[in-house]
Structures are given as structure tokens and as C-alpha cells.
């Protein structure tokens, strides 16, 4: 079994700073690609950034500039540095990491964290 346990959220200023991280737990062989979505009230949930297992990172046009993926994969965990935010980055905030098992390492399943909420206001 996998699991992806998300960190890092909260209450926080217009202009402030978080960083969300994202652990990886469990019979794990290897890790691949791994992202961040997020989904505000009302509203589909949408790509925010992601990041190859080599290091290319690609991010959503309302971020660019402002957040930075990044991973460490010696702890299979996977970051979002959140600055200059703004009110309309406030939404739960989804990981995902793909995942071999080492169970069953031939097969890649992406597997998502719990959600956490980022609420950006004043």
C-alpha cells in the first residue's frame, strides 16, 4: 500500500508565502511524474504545476513567477512554494505522485493526497 499525506496549508494574507509538501509512504519502487491541482468552491479542479521525475517543471499561466515545484526524491516527497498569493489561489490543494509499487513494479498508478486547504485573505 501507498499513501501521500499533504502539509503546509492554512489561513494567510494577500502577498504572503506557504509551502505545501507532499509525503509518500509505503511499499514504494520507484516514483515518476508528480503535481499539484487545486479546486476552488464552485469551480472545476485545474492543474497548478508538475514535475517530471528528470526536473522539468511546466505551471499554470495564474502562477508563473509565483509558485516553484520541487521534489526530493531520497524522502518521495514532493513541494509547492506559494509566494505573492492572491485571493483567487484560495482552494483546496490536491498532490499526486505516480507510483510504482514495489509489489508490483510493473505497473505505474498515480495515487492523490488527501487535499488541503489554502485560504488567502485579509
Known amino acids: 500500500q501507498v499513501q501521500l499525506v499533504e502539509s503546509g496549508g492554512g489561513l494567510v494574507q494577500p502577498g504572503g508565502s506557504l509551502r505545501l509538501s507532499c509525503a509518500a509512504s509505503g511499499s514504494i519502487f520507484s516514483s515518476n511524474d508528480m503535481g499539484w491541482y487545486r479546486q476552488a468552491p464552485g469551480k472545476q479542479r485545474e492543474s497548478v504545476a508538475g514535475?517530471?521525475?528528470?526536473?522539468?517543471?511546466n505551471y499554470a499561466d495564474s502562477v508563473k513567477g509565483r509558485f516553484t515545484i520541487s521534489r526530493d526524491n531520497t524522502k518521495n516527497t514532493l513541494y509547492l512554494q506559494m509566494n505573492s498569493l492572491k485571493p483567487e489561489d484560495t482552494a483546496v490543494y490536491y498532490c499526486?505522485?505516480?507510483?510504482?509499487?514495489?509489489?508490483?513494479?510493473?505497473?505505474?498508478?498515480?495515487?492523490w493526497g488527501q487535499g488541503t486547504q489554502v485560504t488567502v485573505s485579509s
Open positions: 499526486y505522485i505516480d507510483i510504482r509499487s514495489s509489489i508490483v513494479p510493473r505497473y505505474l498508478k498515480r495515487y
Open positions: 514535475i517530471t521525475s528528470g526536473g522539468s517543471t
